[in-house]
């Protein structure tokens, strides 16, 4: 399977997270695609501006550009959320179920996450989060 993995190094200054280098941001959007049933998109995305790191779709009109900024806002605000009740904790993801969809939000380092997509009927919540989880501790291996 050939991906066209679009990325917006290009468009910032700040460098990949934990130093990794745009073809392993690449190779991580490929890996998680191709082990997803129901695969709609994925993106790696800085928090702060919300601009996409690497991301792919299968779906011309899902766009991961739009998906990947209100996501960063969701994660601001949870954030912000954690801090207003004074809670000691750390935000590792966040799991959203729509009646055709599945959406993950998985937190990779303070300022980048995994945005994931896939297909209800295709996949469950538990299939999304253990790819997702495999393929960030190999990031770290």
Partial sequence: MHLAVRTALDRRDR?????????Q???LIADIASDINGFI???????????PLASHSVRPDFD????????????KNKRKTIDALRLEATLEDMLLTLDTQLHLIKMIEGDTFIYLAADRQATNLALLRSAVNRH????NA
């Avoid at 998109?41 to 601009?51: F, N, Q, R, W, Y």
């Avoid at 960030?136 to 990031?139: I, S």
Wanted: overall charge negative.
């Fill in 64 to 75: 991961l550009d739009v998906a990947s900024a209100y996501n960063s806002e969701m994660v």
């Fill in 25 to 27: 941001l690449n190779a």
């Fill in 15 to 23: 460098p990949a997270p934990r130093g990794l280098t745009q073809d």
């Fill in 136 to 139: 960030v501790a190999a990031l």
């Fill in 41 to 51: 998109g994925a993106s790696v995305v800085d928090v702060e501006s919300g601009l």
